[in-house]
């Protein structure tokens, strides 16, 4: 059996990995993007100089010969799903028997005046760090217009290399629609710390050209005009569908999958961003634009193509990133604004740079949510809690056995516990801390 | 398949700031002023032009912290580590690879080029010791200097990191104290020069006959020798158990000492492919079989009172000194720095480093874990290795990492954007 897939992005590789491992079918993985497959998420540790290009690459470029997986550079302009056959740029046919579409994402971009300028760009492609970097050398202001992640990797990006950046986030605060009011802030205060010109409440008006069709200013919503010789748009991604309409295969925002990640076509599959589920699980989104979400994809995907149907379970979800020098770690359910029926306890250390948030039941005592920031927590040990619904007292008493900071880190799981006793009138103890390794404490 | 795959169209050089240049102008010319004074042959006001040197070379250590570090919220600063030539193997880098490779020759072979440098250490050598200098105190010092300063560069890099702020203490403090401080007290005590931070395999001359002789001349001496047997066949394997081999290389050990420290800013370059690591256990086990067999011939000439190995056993020791104790642990493992990172003697040839690794892999508590999936295969943990260990082949999988090379210097869980990756024991 011959599978191609389509995109060479963690989903894509991860499937091909897996079906390798639990059977013999030929694998072919095309990408017009890199002839190898990298790690997306690191791209602006390549422009930080902090990694080479090919440190990107997390297997060395003879893994795939010799697990008989095979590459090939194209783009693919067009799949006939009833002759099963798919056609590329170059105008090469190829057939398939099954077909994982693992096309990823690409920038939004809402029709700002001005957003097809030389200059003006998101990132996520390979070609838009290649971009970013042709356009850094002489650079004296970059604008980035969106307040999230990306947002934050491109600011932190441009600043390594002393590039000043004037940050235009929409909300009132940095990602205030995932984060939680005292963490938002935190990462405010951490932005302008590292000198970030951070402009809350502002929006993106109007880009303007030169007269050689390059980018020269924004103009914001408060109607300011900030000279930049870049702008960087990173309000987010959409599925990378775009050659796949008009053609047999459902496609809303994303290729349409089942729970077993089939789309509407026989012997056709769609995974990580540019899937759509079209029954996703309670309390998560339909299309999971994350890593983590297409590695897991890529792996369920593999089962089922190699005939042993699996349903993509999606687990508790987790995520993590890092802004500029801070760490953050979320693992369940820990929306920006509470509900009635949650309760929250949230820490932060008086250096304003570390917090523990944790959410539960306001009637069962189950706990819902972890948010770290700067301290890091384990992921089997939280995960574990939010499956059984564990109370939140006893998650409190044991609250040292998820504590994954470094040896001989100040460990602050006590002054949780302190806090919970002085909110509650409880008289909690910590029973379980983590010790500086087994020979302080234990 | 196409060549410029994965190739930045113009890599960018990020441009030091002027205080930054500033800084290194300083402490280079400290370095300057010793390379005149060894070009010259001879010490010209040895005290002052000392005290210079070692000034603003301290100097251009703190304003560089100052500036590039402690001027900016604390956290991981690797900037432009791939941009720059002294660190990414550019022209300043293979100059300063050149400086320190000719160094080590001179050392080693031609002493007698060194000689404007022993005048210059000799007020200091008096005033430590009470006897003039020598080229091996010339470069102890210089090495300990390089320990110290860098250390000090290296602890404010990390001061967010707990972890480094101690070990690196630690480090510089075994430096300072038993292998300078100490060993110049013992000599102008008219006892014998024990480095007690080595011990044999590492310090292969320590387990010989010769040796023997010459520490049964005192009880310290003797004290020595057999503190380092009982390191070698009970410490090693007892404290390994419980901490991992870090409890040496990357918190005792001198030549891990330097490597942590002055060799920092090239931990990078180590070579993390499955071929490097391939040659590593050839390599490293041969060299620990090496100083086995040369030790077991010595001991042996002497047992059958040297009637059948004689000439043999002895010219197996000077192979041994040639090769290992000057040509790999010195001019290869410290001269090429800033070509092939900063552990190369102690990933491919350091036979305590082989023997450490074994107790490690085979029985101890150490090893590195990581955080369920949160992995990203960002490669950052991999790149930071000095041992050049695919951290994130590992990371990206869930699994443990427990390899006999790694020395524990905790850099992958420090680097780690994700906090994936955690030292256990």
């Not at chain 1, 740079?353 to 944790?358: A, L, P, V």
């Amino acid at each position: 059996m011959r599978i191609i897939i389509i995109g060479n992005g963690v989903a894509g590789i991860t499937a091909a990995r897996n079906i390798r491992k639990r059977s013999d079918h030929a694998i072919l993985i095309i990408s017009d993007e890199t002839d190898y497959f990298f790690s997306r998420t690191a791209l602006m540790y390549a422009y930080m100089g902090h990694l080479r290009p090919q440190d990107l690459k997390p297997y060395e470029d003879w893994f795939w010969a010799k697990n008989r997986i095979e590459l090939l550079r194209a783009r693919v302009v067009e799949v006939d799903f009833e002759g099963k056959t798919l056609r590329t740029s170059e105008g090469r046919t190829l057939l398939y028997d099954r077909l994982i579409l693992a096309t990823g994402s690409k920038p939004n971009k809402f029709g700002w005046p001005g957003q097809d300028l030389d200059g003006v760009q998101g990132l996520y492609h390979w070609q838009d760090l290649e971009n970013m970097e042709r356009h850094s050398a002489g650079l004296q202001r970059a604008v980035i217009v969106g307040g999230g992640l990306i947002g934050i990797e491109m600011a932190e990006m441009f600043h390594s290399r002393g590039i000043p950046v004037t940050f235009l986030v929409r909300e009132p605060s940095f990602w205030n629609n995932v984060l939680p009011a005292e963490e938002s802030d935190m990462i405010n205060r951490h932005l302008r710390e590292h000198g970030i010109d951070l402009r809350l409440n502002t929006e993106l008006r109007e880009i303007l050209p030169d007269t050689r069709g390059k980018c020269r200013a924004v103009i914001t919503s408060h109607g300011e005009e900030i000279p930049c010789g870049f702008v960087g748009l990173t309000a987010g991604v959409s599925p990378n569908v775009d050659f796949l309409r008009n053609t047999p295969l459902e496609i809303g925002r994303g290729i349409r999958v089942d729970e077993y990640l089939q789309t509407n076509l026989p012997d056709v599959y769609a995974i990580g961003d540019c899937a759509e589920l079209r029954q996703p699980r309670p309390g998560r989104r339909p299309i999971e634009a994350v890593w983590y979400s297409a590695r897991a994809m890529g792996e369920t995907v593999a089962h089922t193509v190699c005939g042993d149907l699996t349903p993509y379970d999606p687990g508790i979800w987790f995520n993590s990133a890092k802004f500029f020098d801070i760490e953050y770690q979320v693992y369940g359910d820990v929306p920006p604004t509470l509900s009635p029926e949650v309760e929250t306890l949230y820490w932060e250390h008086p250096n304003g740079r570390k917090s523990i948030r944790i959410n539960y039941d306001r009637l069962t005592g189950a706990v819902l949510g972890f948010n770290l920031m700067g301290i890091r927590y384990r992921h089997n040990v939280c995960d574990q809690w939010l499956r059984q619904g564990t109370p939140i007292e006893a998650v409190l008493e044991s609250l040292g056995t998820a504590n994954f900071d470094p040896e001989f880190y100040p460990q602050h799981e006590s002054e949780l516990v302190a806090l919970y006793n002085r909110q509650t009138g409880r008289m909690l103890r910590l029973k379980r801390r983590r010790g500086v390794g087994w020979w302080i404490g234990g | 398949m196409q060549e410029h795959s994965f190739s930045l169209a113009q890599p960018a050089p990020v441009l030091t700031p002027w205080r930054q240049k500033v800084a290194l102008a300083l402490g280079a010319l400290g370095v300057l002023l010793l390379l005149i004074t060894w070009a010259a042959g001879r010490a010209i006001a040895p005290i002052p032009v000392l005290l210079a040197s070692f000034g603003l070379m301290s100097a251009g250590v703190w304003l560089f912290v100052r500036e590039e570090y402690l001027k900016h919220p604390a956290g991981i600063r690797n900037n432009g580590t791939w941009f720059r030539s002294l660190t990414a193997r550019g022209v300043w880098g293979w100059a300063l690879g050149v400086l320190i490779t000719g160094f080590y020759v001179c050392l080693y072979w031609f002493p007698q080029y060194l000689r404007g440098l022993v005048e210059l250490f000799t007020p200091l050598s008096q005033a430590l010791r009470a006897r003039a200098a020598d080229q091996w105190f010339v470069y102890g010092t210089l090495y300990t200097l390089a320990v110290l300063l860098m250390g000090i560069k290296f602890f404010f890099k990390y001061r967010h990191n707990a972890y480094q702020r101690i070990r690196t203490v630690s480090v510089v403090f075994f430096q300072l104290w038993f292998a300078w401080l100490l060993p110049g007290l013992l000599v102008r005590l008219q006892q014998p020069e024990i480095y007690f931070s080595y011990f044999w395999p590492l310090s292969y001359y320590q387990g010989t006959p010769m040796a023997y002789q010459g520490y049964q001349k005192s009880d310290l001496g003797l004290f020595y020798f057999f503190f380092g047997l009982a390191m070698f066949f009970i410490g090693t394997p007892v404290l390994t158990y419980f901490f991992g081999k870090r409890w040496y290389c990357s918190w005792v050990c001198g030549c891990g000492g330097l490597a942590e420290t002055a060799g920092d800013p090239f931990r990078h370059l180590s070579d993390k492919s499955l071929r490097a690591w391939q040659v590593e256990r050839w390599l490293i086990y041969s060299v620990l079989l090496f100083a086995v067999a040369m030790t077991v011939l010595l001991w042996v000439n002497v047992a059958t009172g040297r009637s059948v190995l004689q000439q043999f056993s002895e010219l197996f020791y000077k192979a041994y000194a040639f090769l290992i104790g000057a040509a790999f642990s010195g001019v290869v493992g410290v001269g090429f720095y800033p070509l092939l990172g900063s552990r190369v003697w102690c990933r491919f040839g350091c036979p305590m480093a082989a023997w450490l690794g074994i107790w490690q892999r085979k029985k101890s508590r150490f090893r590195i874990t990581t955080n369920g999936g949160q992995c990203i295969s960002c490669g950052n943990c991999s790149a930071y290795c000095e041992m050049g260990i695919d951290v994130r082949a590992y990371a990206q999988r869930g699994e443990d990492i427990v390899r006999a090379s790694c020395v524990g210097c905790g850099i992958c869980s420090a680097v780690c954007p994700r906090g994936v990756l955690r030292l256990e024991a």
